[in-house]
């Protein structure tokens, strides 16, 4: 009998299709892991948002648009979401006053994927593009 050096074939394709099986595996649910982690940012400063819009309409009796990001830190400078190069959603709020009652819609879209949109309002009302809640 030969004494056994290294590996066979058919070892080495085995390794090889189970290395396979657990990337097939593991790299969808990294990638699913990933995702939620930056729907969680939109939903935390949407909360954030709604908070702070809440103190100003208490202060001054209505409530503040803006458009992006700089604008909503110049309205609210308690809203600090971070570098808005880092993040991963755009922010916007649009605030109205109907039949003498103030409204506001707060709006985060994911700067990937335009048709991926969180909002909230006055109500505490949480939506996603689909209408469904968050």
Known sequence: MRASKGFTLVELMITVAIVAILGAIAVPLYTGYI?????????????????????????????????????????????????????????????????????FTATATFKDDSDIIFTIDQDNVKKDKDLKSW
Do not use: C, I, W
């Open 35 to 103: 995702r939620d982690s930056k729907m969680a940012e939109a939903k935390a400063n949407l909360q954030v948002l709604h908070t702070l819009e809440e103190q100003n309409l208490a202060d001054t009796g209505a409530y503040v648009s803006g458009a992006d990001v700089a604008a909503l830190k110049a309205a609210l400078p308690a809203f600090k979401p971070g570098d808005p190069a880092g993040l991963n959603f755009t922010y916007a709020v649009e605030a109205s006053v109907d039949a003498g009652v103030p409204k």
